[in-house]
């Protein structure tokens, strides 16, 4: 849930700095079906029916779309901000990866939001040595957020890259309009 607070900050910073929602409707994603598949999958994955039955399938099903997200979102680092969110994307699939198919998080986390470990198969997991530990869902959201949840070092990469991506969009279309190409011409005159 922390990518719609991204979105989130990244519309309201672009409303406040006079960006345009024209900008935004201007993005050109490539492999947009994959990014939106990959995500959907996980929607589905840690839905509460499929999550109690998956078993074993869990964990490829985990890395390989969390990879197909990442393969996405590398089509599209030359627009401003994807950087960043392939490194929060690259980082926690290393993450996820070098922990078998599991997302850490760190049980004070968990407490601080008044969750336990998962009973049934889900993205986070408690371990009490995980690997690439500062990679992992060591933070947690305030607790009186709607969907709060912990969170890692590359989900906040994600979300300010998504909030950078939103909030750049938005002002380039106002940068680039014909008013503002008119009036940086009669500075220059």
Known sequence: MFILYSLLVGLVLGIALRGSAAGLAALRFRWSGLMLLGL??????????????????????????????????????????????????????TAIVANGGYMPAARSALVALGKTDPTSYSNSTTLENPALCLLTDIFAMPAWLPFANVFSIGDVLIGTGVATTIVLAMRRDRDTSPAAAAGSGSLAN
Do not use: C, D, H, K
Not at 53 to 67: D, E, H, K, N, Q
């Open 40 to 93: 959907l999958v996980q929607v589905v994955l840690f839905s509460e029916p499929v999550a109690a039955r998956i078993g074993v399938w869990g964990a490829p099903i985990y890395v390989g779309s969390t990879a197909a997200v990442l393969a996405a979102v590398l089509t599209n680092v030359s627009i401003p901000g994807m950087a960043l969110v392939a490194l929060g994307a690259a980082s926690n699939l």
